[in-house]
């Protein structure tokens, strides 16, 4: 059944999402400041604002909403946009479901693996902002539901631990220095299963006004999975190294990207395993296994230096 579905944001999740509807046989919109998104007949690129832009037009006639927009990865822009940018597109959704892709920085620091009954009440500058986002799709009127993911990896992930810091470098035979530690288990979700779990989500009325975990492969470490990407490149792994903890800590005292850094460094610090056992049972999802999915990233990669070579 042809559906409409309203994609805003067109970074790895929204294009992933909307690409992976149109295949489905359904229309998609995709709003996004610069027109940009996948190039497919079944997608409908319009430049939109949703800051400014009357969004109710826009969503008319949508089966879905998925609100994959991102703004700067710092705590004072988040607290300034965020709250105001999903509250416009929960009043314009006016019913219709609104998907919402989420991290994991709600929970806070938890030891042990990560499951759907934690607490979602961190307080701490950015782990905080998520908390009070979920709390305020809580208490709207419009239906939301609400994917978690780790950390991504996986074809168009470029700002990511394993993004354009590592696969590049494994392809260009270059050492890599990853954070705090580089052997302790730590959770990855492949960008494509976690938009089949949104789309999934949003489809399924009996699980909208709660949240889920974006199926997730068994976690390992920041090396195996380098070595994974060296594996599916056919190259020799790279050397790893590390940056200390204490040196994230040391110059996350001034403000700037390390400092923002340091709101997360936990999760490399200590083991961070996101069990999404139960996630996967409710949405008839199983996580992409970690060589399928490097060997995925691999070629995209590879594709791409190619075209700007």
Sequence with gaps: MNQLHIVVGAGPVGWTVAQQLA?????VRILTRSGSGPDHPSIERRRVDIESDDLQAEFDGAHAIYLCTHVAYEDKVWREKLPKMEQRVLDAAAGTVVVFPEGLYSYG???GPIREDAPRNATHRKLGVRTMLLAARDAHSTPTVSVAASDFYGPRVLTSHMGDRVVPNVLNGKSIRVIANADLPHSFTYMPDFAAALITAGSRRDLWNTVLHAPTAPAV???RMIELFADAAH?????????PAWCVRALGVVPGPLKELGDTLYQFAKPYQLDSSRSEAVLGLRPTPLAEGTA???AWWEAKELTHS
């Excluded at 295949?23 to 229309?27: F, N, T």
């Excluded at 190259?235 to 940056?243: D, N, S, W, Y």
Aim: glycine content about 8%; aromatic content about 0%.
């Design 23 to 27: 295949d489905l046989g359904h229309s």
């Design 296 to 298: 995925a990233t691999v």
């Design 235 to 243: 190259v020799q792994a790279p050397t790893v190294g590390t940056i």
């Design 221 to 223: 470490s920041q090396r």
């Design 109 to 111: 620091p938890i030891d």
